[in-house]
């Protein structure tokens, strides 16, 4: 895939944070947990909890100068059926693989899709609309595409692990869309270790609990 069809197919990318999260997020950047543990000097038992192992609940973790941040859980991503569709990875290697990326939907729906889940529609999220070609131009050497939702095991799992993370030049979107469409053919969009500036490329942040819209956080 090119880096111009990625941006004319998919013009908008959403990602989907604990509500209240956007000061943070405006202060420190989008930061991957990895790079996020790493800031807050977060070590020992509780990294290894939080890092390497599936999280069944998000946990507010704090620091002393950056007061509190939130990492979130992976209730869709059941370990049994994990187990079961790596390829060439554990379970804890695929944990860590996740922590070290950002990720982000690459239509609208997906995202609607997450809020009505039974784990989240009862209560609000911060949801980040982001322009995607200004994103792509300062990070394209940071991004991963994959066909898969990578954090969720709960509908029929498909195989993951080495090699679900490509490149945008070595994605094989002619591929997919021919087995799905074009609009389907890429599931998410990863940066790895996080977008700092984040939010210089974010166009609004809405506070939304399942269907609905509550309000506007932010608007550039």
């Known amino acids: 895939m090119d880096v111009d069809e990625l ?87 695929w944990y860590r693989e996740l922590n070290r990326r950002v990720f982000f939907w690459l239509n609208e729906g997906r995202v609607g899709g997450l809020l009505r889940g039974q784990a989240y529609r009862g209560r609000p999220h911060d949801v980040l609309t982001i322009d995607t070609a200004s994103l792509v131009a300062a990070y394209e050497d940071q991004i991963t595409l994959a066909p898969i939702n990578t954090g969720s095991t709960i509908y029929n799992p498909r195989p993951r692990g080495v090699g679900t993370f490509l490149s945008i030049a070595d994605y094989p979107f002619d591929d997919w869309r021919s087995r799905r469409s074009r609009r389907t053919a890429v599931a998410e969009l990863a940066v790895l270790a996080g977008v700092r500036d984040i939010v210089d490329y974010t166009l609004v942040v809405e506070s939304r609990q399942a269907d609905a819209v509550l309000e506007t956080v932010w608007r550039r």
Do not use: K, N
């Open 7 to 93: 941006v004319a197919t998919y013009p908008r990318l959403y990602h989907m944070a604990e509500a209240g999260s956007w000061a943070g997020i405006r202060q420190h950047g989008l930061l991957s947990t990895s790079v996020l543990l790493d800031l807050f000097e977060i070590d020992g038992d509780l990294r290894t909890a939080l890092e390497s192992a599936r999280r069944p609940e998000s946990v507010t973790i704090t620091h002393p100068v950056h007061g509190t941040a939130v990492v979130r859980d992976q209730i869709p991503l059941r370990e049994g059926p994990l187990a079961q569709c790596l390829v060439g990875m554990t379970p804890v290697e």
